[in-house]
């Protein structure tokens, strides 16, 4: 038996779900990951499915250590938002949830530039539609802001390629220096979809906007992909340990005063990148394997925490804070789910995000960076507040909001299930996992330093939180909307270009009323002229004329004879 392209099976169960309908759809749905994970045991390491385009070579398909466990990743995802989403009968949401997925997974298996091109830019267009979905007015105005930031990112990597392959007349998608403007294009269009500071207002604005199903889509694949694309092209990128670690911490303070509880965990997405960009950028093979391990971890606690969003959602209508509270009444099962995946995210000892943030965490000591620690030390301390006290606590207990609901629909229930067992087992037994990644593992998460270290810092960081509202210094959960760098395009630039409107307006209408004078003045001097009181329009008596012209024509008689 022999495997085809991951992407082709997701890119035909799209066009199938496209023309059915009712259960054989679901059962379409489903069964794609499923097909997909036995095709993708059948893959050989090394390059496959190679096609001659001029004078390069487009390898569609490459197998190594590191696309294989995005590809592990990219299926177990795609299995649990199909899962979850499984009730709803929307055909865009299905169509565009398998191709986004496949072409996810087209473009962590590319070996080439331009076919990770073609991918990137399926992957913007279909993940658009998921925000689309919504079909408010307001996810309207977010998918056109998200799609200006995808389609720049793809723009910017096409360029970015086709300079490059100018440079060094080769599209491989693999190692490459700061050194040219090339490899500067690829670097900024990977930066916009990994949320880089000042780039990472598409990710908050949009996702929040999407259908209740359509953000743990989105949660799992448009950053991981990027993820992958630095791991693949840029480890051991000094800038990026900078990077990753103001990707850490400013987050922060956002999600501390957000009232949308998809916008806090939007902002911890971009926390959490923080950490693998950081590892990306130690580059050493612990910090790499931190990084990559923790990019699987964060797929599952953050798909798990959108999803227990997401049933929030879908029962009580919102995910505002100021709103919920008292839901653990109604939605035991849930609640269950969504403390795991807030452990789990906080690194709890014996949960997911323990075994992997630990691994970036002692790199950055260990490559003598300690001030880099004490961010990610800080950073983590932040995380236990927004996400793993602050969600769980303001959806489903602080003060009750009268929410008397039915629990989650079956299908959802058993897709946080999975990922709550994928949480603790990755936290308890991270071999598997730790045996998956591209160098050899030789770490030990549960040592007594390990362990004692991050207990302290969970329980001063939640005595903080705790003294906080004791005292109501914390920020309380109101209605509102910040904004944070995207005030300079939703703000700062419309109220620039009303200026230079404005501006304009006077300078065109002071020219306008210069050139209408002119003109009086030139039609004036006509008139003076030509008019019926011009010297070219007065009346000659005919005698006059005769004398003149008789005379004038003596002169010439005598000057010719003469």
């Known amino acids: 038996m022999t495997s085809i392209a991951p992407f082709l099976i997701f890119f035909l169960g799209a066009a199938l779900a496209l023309v059915t309908g009712g259960i054989l759809r679901s059962a379409i749905m489903l069964a794609v990951p499923l097909l997909g994970g036995l095709n993708l045991l059948l893959l050989a390491d090394g390059n496959a499915a190679q096609i001659h385009l001029f004078d390069y070579t487009l390898t569609l398909v490459r197998v190594d250590k590191l696309s294989f466990l995005f590809g592990i990743l990219f299926h177990l995802a795609a299995f649990l938002a199909i899962l979850f989403s499984l009730h709803v009968k929307d055909r865009m949401q299905n169509v565009s949830g398998l191709v986004y997925a496949g072409s996810a997974l087209g473009a962590v298996f590319a070996g080439d530039l331009l076919s990770l091109f073609v991918f990137w830019e399926i992957l913007a267009v279909s993940s658009a539609f998921l925000v689309l979905a919504a079909r408010s007015a307001t996810s309207y105005g977010a998918t056109m802001r998200y799609l200006l930031f995808q389609i720049l990112s793809g723009v910017v990597l096409l360029a970015g390629v086709l300079v490059y392959a100018h440079q060094t007349g080769s599209i491989a998608f693999g190692k490459m220096a700061l050194d040219g403007l090339g490899p500067w294009l690829i670097f900024l269009a990977i930066g916009?979809?990994?949320?880089?500071?000042?780039?990472?207002?598409?990710?908050?604005?949009?996702?929040?906007?999407?259908?209740?199903?359509?953000?743990?889509?989105?949660?799992?694949?448009?950053?991981?992909?990027?993820?992958?694309?630095?791991?693949?092209?840029?480890?051991?990128?000094?800038?990026?340990?900078?990077?990753?670690?103001?990707?850490?911490?400013?987050?922060?303070?956002?999600?501390?005063?957000?009232?949308?509880?998809?916008?806090?965990?939007?902002?911890?997405?971009?926390?959490?990148?923080?950490?693998?960009?950081?590892?990306?950028?130690?580059?050493?093979?612990?910090?790499?394997?931190?990084?990559?391990?923790?990019?699987?971890?964060?797929?599952?606690?953050?798909?798990?925490?959108?999803?227990?969003?997401?049933?929030?959602?879908?029962?009580?209508?919102?995910?505002?804070?100021?709103?919920?509270?008292?839901?653990?009444?109604?939605?035991?099962?849930?609640?269950?789910?969504?403390?795991?995946?807030?452990?789990?995210?906080?690194?709890?000892?014996?949960?997911?995000?323990?075994?992997?943030?630990?691994?970036?965490?002692?790199?950055?000591?260990?490559?003598?960076?300690?001030?880099?620690?004490?961010?990610?030390?800080?950073?983590?301390?932040?995380?236990?507040?927004?996400?793993?006290?602050?969600?769980?606590?303001?959806?489903?207990?602080?003060?009750?909001?009268?929410?008397?609901?039915?629990?989650?629909?079956?299908?959802?229930?058993?897709?946080?299930?999975?990922?709550?067992?994928?949480?603790?087992?990755?936290?308890?037994?991270?071999?598997?996992?730790?045996?998956?990644?591209?160098?050899?593992?030789d770490y030990a998460p549960y040592t007594s330093d390990h362990v004692l270290t991050q207990v302290q810092l969970l329980l001063f960081a939640s005595l903080g939180v705790a003294v906080l509202m004791q005292t109501r210094l914390y920020p309380p959960e109101v209605p509102g909307v910040n904004i944070d760098a995207e005030w300079s395009y939703r703000k700062a630039l419309p109220a620039v270009a009303r200026w230079v409107a404005r501006a304009s307006g006077r300078v065109r209408w002071a020219a306008l009323a210069r050139a209408e004078k002119g003109i009086e003045r030139f039609l004036g001097q006509i008139h003076k002229h030509h008019g019926p009181q011009g010297i070219l329009a007065r009346t000659w008596p005919t005698g006059s004329m005769a004398f003149w012209a008789t005379v004038l024509l003596a002169i010439y008689l005598v000057a010719y004879y003469v």
């Not at 926390?271 to 394997?289: D, E, R």
């Open 192 to 441: 916009i979809k990994c949320g880089f500071p000042l780039l990472h207002n598409w990710l908050t604005d949009a996702y929040p906007q999407s259908t209740p199903t359509g953000a743990v889509f989105l949660s799992a694949f448009t950053t991981k992909v990027a993820v992958y694309a630095l791991a693949r092209s840029f480890a051991g990128t000094e800038i990026l340990i900078y990077i990753g670690a103001a990707m850490t911490m400013f987050p922060i303070f956002f999600a501390v005063i957000e009232n949308d509880l998809r916008r806090v965990l939007s902002y911890s997405m971009i926390n959490q990148i923080g950490f693998m960009v950081c590892g990306i950028g130690l580059g050493s093979a612990l910090a790499v394997n931190g990084a990559v391990s923790h990019a699987f971890n964060d797929v599952i606690f953050k798909g798990l925490l959108f999803m227990s969003m997401g049933a929030v959602m879908l029962r009580t209508g919102t995910t505002k804070a100021s709103e919920l509270g008292g839901l653990y009444k109604s939605m035991p099962w849930t609640t269950g789910f969504c403390i795991v995946g807030a452990a789990s995210i906080s690194a709890f000892p014996l949960f997911s995000g323990f075994v992997s943030k630990s691994m970036v965490m002692v790199a950055a000591l260990e490559d003598g960076h300690p001030i880099i620690w004490l961010a990610l030390l800080f950073a983590s301390a932040g995380v236990l507040e927004h996400a793993g006290i602050k969600i769980p606590f303001f959806a489903f207990f602080a003060h009750d909001a009268g929410h008397r609901v039915p629990e989650a629909p079956k299908n959802m229930l058993i897709a946080m299930g999975i990922a709550a067992v994928v949480c603790i087992f990755n936290g308890t037994y991270p071999w598997v996992l730790y045996s998956l990644l591209p160098f050899p593992v």
